[in-house]
């Protein structure tokens, strides 16, 4: 929804201002969030920014899952990459190929 925080926590990759334009373009806020960043840093940043979704690659959501279950305004997680597609998690995130 307009005004919404959306998460971009990707690497350098095409899809990265691909995600940001999206975000602009439907009048969201995008958060770039740092591809080495940990999980603490992560947490901290995700809870702080009460982010409503996050668009990761499959390396950041590996680090997602673990401290998805302490981010309760996080309502979506769009995961990119070919192992998304078959990932089968209590998180349900949604996959994008």
């Not at 998460?7 to 806020?29: D, G, K, N, T, Y």
């Not at 995700?46 to 998805?68: F, H, P």
């Not at 995961?79 to 209590?90: F, I, P």
Request: aromatic residues 8%; contains cysteine; charged residues 25%.
């Amino acid at each position: 929804m307009r005004g919404d925080r959306v998460a971009v926590f990707l690497s350098q990759s095409l899809e990265l201002p691909i995600v940001h334009m999206a975000a602009f373009r439907s009048a969201m806020i995008s958060i770039p969030l740092f591809a080495l960043f940990g999980e603490d840093a992560l947490e901290f940043r995700l809870s702080n920014s009460q982010a409503k979704a996050i668009v990761t690659d499959e390396g950041g959501w590996d680090k997602l899952a673990r401290i998805r279950d302490r981010l309760p305004d996080l309502k979506n997680v769009y995961v990119m990459g070919e192992r998304a597609t078959r990932t089968k998690c209590s998180a349900r995130p949604s996959a994008i190929s």
